[in-house]
Nanobody, 129 residues
Framework: QVQLVESGGGVAQAGGSLRLSCKFSGATFGDYAMAWFRQAPAKEREFVGIVRPFGGDTLYADSVKGRSTISRERAKYTVNLQMNSLRPEDTAVYYC??????????????????????WGQGAQVTVSS
């Protein structure tokens, strides 16, 4: 059973940086796509970005593209979300999510929450102006 534990949230000034980490356990990390979502108060949870397991492709939401980097540390079973040039609208609870992929498997909507069957507990990020 996959378990995900986020860490690294906190408070930052606008224009600053934060790095979130997600520790994976319970399965073979290299078989899983790892995604980040976020949920701001009174808003729906939204896709932030993903790192694919085969080839390591990364994809980002337009709202964070150019300011964020997702990286996978295979030896540590950890995925990181580095966020720079933070904005107050980045304030949210950030969740990591996992989906097992097949090497020649079919496509899926990686922006949809329903694509993932393992979730972390969330980490609060607050950006002050």
């Amino acid at each position: 059973q996959v378990q995900l534990v986020e860490s690294g949230g906190g408070v930052a000034q606008a224009g600053g940086s934060l790095r979130l980490s997600c520790k994976f356990s319970g399965a073979t990390f290299g078989d899983y796509a790892m995604a980040w979502f976020r949920q701001a108060p009174a808003k729906e949870r939204e896709f932030v970005g993903i790192v694919r397991p085969f080839g390591g492709d990364t994809l980002y939401a337009d709202s964070v593209k150019g300011r964020s980097t997702i990286s996978r540390e295979r030896a540590k079973y950890t995925v990181n979300l580095q966020m720079n040039s933070l904005r107050p609208e980045d304030t949210a609870v950030y969740y990591c999510a996992a989906r097992r992929e097949q090497l020649f498997g079919g496509s899926y909507d990686y922006r949809s929450q329903s694509a993932y069957n393992a979730w972390g507990q969330g980490a609060q990020v607050t950006v002050s102006s």
